[in-house]
């Protein structure tokens, strides 16, 4: 199922049920499926802040000089509601592919975050403006005459995970992963179990159950499974 | 002298005294005494927070899959108040060894705080709760099925420093240090007069003094005699 | 033009519009002028500070133990008001350079941030001070018998960059950059150019303008001029 596969309707309904779920959680989910997901080495940087949103994939490489002045990218235009940004730079720390210019176009199309493999810069602007900004770090250099657009749209490649347009993203205090958009669905509602699951353990913890016994009677071992589909708890 | 061998009043008596101490000066204390403390790579994920507790040591290795599915390890059941958690994943960045259970149920059991070689997850969670964590970072994916408990309570080394358990563990927003047990009390008796040296050098130049003046004054070559220990300044 | 080349009245000139200006758009000034600029891997420690001020720089060197004891620095008691110390301690992890006393004595004496290429210790009490500190990370283990003072006032090289006695350094949230004193006039002038140029997009874009519209309305290839020295846009 590609990103334009989707209605409007489904995107709307996997936001809103994303919105509310960690990426601890969904990292179990998409784990008991044998999904790699999570975008090792990427880092929040706005305290606070979290994402989620359908990925729209930047893909930059060093500048060809040959070519001559390379302007600004100005793909921000042509990025829908809804979307994440997810800029790839090969990691590059010396020159950024984020600034307070997107920021702001970002933030007035509704663009939900921007993840970075590489690094950002106006982190006042950005904090001030409370953006979900996901980088490997910080610098003040432009990317302007250092690295150039070379492709919107294509799959990319971050910390050993391909990021394939329209993929749903989720970012928060631990980081950010990528959901393959077909396994959307799926991986939601296991994740939805898993968060159930944790809250019954943390709350029979609070009841006076060792950890032992809560992660035994509300099996831990099968915490995607909603609470009526697990085999009875042997304890 | 091992953790056993301590009462509870002096173990209280170590807490109390370490709550207010920093771990600079601590660490100036164990410089004196040729002691190597610092837990190089350990950083504060929580602003704001300090803890200090006895060390209560669990030791991570690669899941051997040979041995079939593995459980989440429950070892904190056995965690006595006044411990920190000390947890050894080879500093492996890619499968966490903590999360909002175990912050929930560390919490409950008066548990003072946590520091890993390693990652943890749901940071939201534990900034929330304003748990003393620290770490080398931040990831997302479950240690389950990635990692195993290979043993507690035996020495685990962290940043080339060996942490017994049982030994006094202390951490603030420079990072943490670990305490032999058997040196504790010499220690913070010498990093309490570190802390009187400072304070006394801070005034002065308050007052006026330039930072030469005032360091020769309360002698800044030997912080972690008591006032009355030192010899006279020849100023 | 060296730092002792100035006029009071050019420092606080210099110093005074330095204070409004993001290391973005000093770093774009510095680009357009063809000048390497930006320390790579010094972070802002403290969240939502900032600083401006003249380098007096600050070299370490490993202890030579052969020649016996080694006091802490005092050269704190030589910075001019208006200074940004800039301690070199050639990217060491472990073992400080900086920690509160020379935090209070730095406040005292109007020093207007510090940058280390290394680590500082102490946070607790910097971030308590509000203290513009950058560095590579915090430890809190002491630099003396680790590291020693070889010079002060003499040019020293961080991630790359030579920053000289007198250079102008501004940091931020986004990092720290230094511009070389006798360049200092023409890059301020031109960063308030780019702040103005930019200022102009985001204020088209809030209009209705697409981001390659309201680039090409304000000549965002040439950011650094003045909106009169400007080229009529084609557009």
Chains 1, 2, 3 share one sequence.
């Not at 990025?79 to 800029?87: D, E, F, M, R």
């Not at 600034?99 to 106006?122: E, P, S, W, Y």
């Not at 631990?174 to 393959?180: A, Q």
Request: proline share 4%.
């Amino acid at each position: 199922m590609s990103h334009s596969s989707l209605s409007e309707q489904q995107r709307a309904s996997l936001l809103e049920q994303c919105a509310a779920l960690d990426t601890a959680s969904l990292s179990d989910a998409l784990d008991s499926l044998g999904i790699d997901a999570g975008l090792l080495g990427i880092v929040q940087q706005v305290p606070g802040t979290r994402c989620s949103g359908f990925a729209f994939t930047v893909l930059y490489e060093p500048v060809d000089h040959s070519d001559g002045f390379k302007n600004a990218a100005n793909y921000i235009d042509e990025v829908p509601p809804g979307s994440v940004v997810v800029s790839s730079n090969a990691g590059r720390l010396d020159a950024t592919v984020w600034g307070d210019i997107l920021t702001h176009v970002a933030v007035q199309r509704n663009v939900r975050g921007t993840v970075i493999d590489g690094v950002a810069r106006d982190l006042d602007t950005v904090t001030r403006l409370q953006y979900p900004l996901f980088s490997r770090g910080r610098f003040m250099q432009s990317g302007k005459n250092r690295v150039q657009l070379k492709a919107t749209q294509v799959p990319v490649e971050i910390g050993g995970v391909t990021v394939n347009p329209g993929d749903l993203i989720v970012g928060d205090a631990s980081g950010c992963l990528v959901i393959p958009a077909d396994k959307a669905e799926e991986v939601i509602q296991r994740a939805i179990a898993v968060e159930n699951t944790e809250r019954d353990i943390i709350a029979s913890v609070g009841q006076g159950l060792s950890l032992a016994e809560a992660r035994r009677l509300h099996r831990y071992d099968q915490p995607w499974l909603a609470a009526a589909a697990k085999t009875p708890s042997a304890a």
